[in-house]
């Protein structure tokens, strides 16, 4: 058997899903989350959120928990009550079942049998057990019993963006690998009453999953690239460790997002973006505007930044701007949703008449984390960039 596949490994098939028992539309969420939680008396607290609703960007979101099973699981509303065991053991079947969806529907649309896949990535922020998620899933798909598992823990919103690198890596140096991604991301285990300080979150995040196949050259026949994967990088910006992260504690997992971090990510995006991809395309950053664009919506400023500083034509991030808005930041999943995003309108609009050929994938995380892969549409026309 030869090692390495021919060419660069190419995204060959993409789904997508979301829970479908609570989608709670933003202009009411603080009014919304206060009530749940009990914590109507806090009025300055209950105004800041509305403020906070109303810039984000986003319409709707959609959750798993419920208010039967909150009102079942008192403990999540005080983070000084221990609840983590609680939370482990929804998330234990919720996290998977949810990535079965989106696995089921990326698949069909490779058309080859589950038992075909070779390699699994997992990316999560809810895994603290073993074995994991991974295993799981690859016994919910009927996956093959030598199928290669890998589970991604607390990468954060960098997750979807770390398990397509290692996916690309993983399909180009083993002939004919055929690897699932999945991110799957419940809101659960961090949720809780709004006087815990984490109110950015809280009016942020929402709950979905996303899978993709990831294979390289040969193809098998119906087999069809929709991007191709050409050269990613991870860079960590210094020093920045401190601004945005995740602990776990007994009373569930704390997010804490630095008002700091659209402001280093802007600073920061454009040399990361040449490091990158440097030797790959003539003179990046004279063409920011001749690429097209899938970047983590990790929040309304954050585009906005990056819009600012690569100073991008109305529109590009608009593919972003939709999932943000559609469904909020769904941490590691966000950015298979993006993908998926791009590639509808791609279709809709009679095959890339409006997207370039190349493209660049953007993700950030704790770190600060940016993972940046360079894109290619196989089927694009040059002629037809913009
Ligand atoms: C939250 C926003 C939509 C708010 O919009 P604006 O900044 O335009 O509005 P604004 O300045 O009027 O802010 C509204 C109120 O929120 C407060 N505020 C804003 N950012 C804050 C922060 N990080 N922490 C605490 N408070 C904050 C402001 O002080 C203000 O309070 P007042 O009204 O009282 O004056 C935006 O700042 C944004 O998109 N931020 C990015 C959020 C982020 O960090 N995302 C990354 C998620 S993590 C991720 O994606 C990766 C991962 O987790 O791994």
């Known amino acids: 058997m030869q090692q390495h596949a021919e060419g660069p490994a190419a995204m060959l098939a993409i789904g997508t899903a979301n829970p479908t028992g609570v989608v709670v539309p933003q202009d009411i969420f603080a009014e919304n989350i206060f009530r749940v939680t009990k ?22 979101r959609h959750f798993h928990l419920t208010e039967e099973s909150l009102a079942a699981h008192p403990e999540f509303l005080d983070r000084q009550v221990p609840s983590l065991d609680s939370r482990i053991n929804m998330a234990d079947t919720a996290v998977p079942e949810l990535a079965q969806c989106a696995a089921i529907k990326a698949i069909a649309e490779w058309g080859r049998p589950a038992t075909d896949i070779t390699h699994l990535v997992f990316s999560t ?31 954060g919103c960098y997750g979807g963006g770390r398990a397509l690198h290692l996916a690309k890596q993983l399909a180009e140096n083993n002939h004919g690998a055929r690897v699932l ?20 979150g809280s009016a942020l995040f929402g709950d979905g999953a996303g899978a993709v196949i990831v294979g390289a050259g040969p193809f098998t026949e119906g087999e069809r690239p929709i991007f191709e994967m050409v050269s990613a990088t991870q860079t960590t910006i210094p020093r920045t460790e401190h601004v945005l992260g995740m602990q776990v504690s007994g009373g569930g997992v704390d997010f804490h997002l630095g008002i700091q971090v659209p402001m280093l990510i802007g600073q920061n ?15 990046p950053s004279s063409s920011w505007n001749d690429l097209f664009w899938a970047v983590h919506p990790g929040g309304r400023q954050i585009l906005d930044n990056i819009d600012t500083e690569l100073k991008l034509e109305p529109g590009k991030l608009a593919a972003s701007r939709h999932v943000l808005r559609e469904y909020g930041n769904m941490s590691g999943a966000t950015i298979i949703f993006v993908l998926d ?23 950030f995380g704790p770190g600060i ?16 960039n913009n």
């Open 39 to 60: 914590s109507d008396h806090l009025t300055e607290l209950k105004e800041k959120m509305k403020r906070i609703c109303q810039k984000t960007g986003i319409d709707k």
């Open 125 to 155: 922020y809810s895994a603290w057990q073993a074995p994991s998620f991974d295993h799981q899933l690859a016994a919910l798909l009927g996956l093959r019993p030598t199928v290669c598992r890998t589970i991604l823990s607390l990468h």
């Open 181 to 200: 991604v999945a991110c799957s991301e419940i809101t659960l285990v961090c949720f809780g009453g709004p006087d815990g300080g984490n109110l950015i």
């Open 269 to 283: 995006i454009e040399k990361c973006l040449l490091d990158a991809f440097t030797g790959f395309v003539d003179d």
């Open 341 to 363: 995003e791009l590639r509808r309108r791609r279709k809709e609009d009679g095959d890339n008449l409006l997207l370039p050929e190349w493209g660049a994938m953007l993700a």
């Open 369 to 384: 984390t940016i993972e940046a892969m360079l894109l290619r549409c196989p089927g694009a026309s040059p002629l037809n």
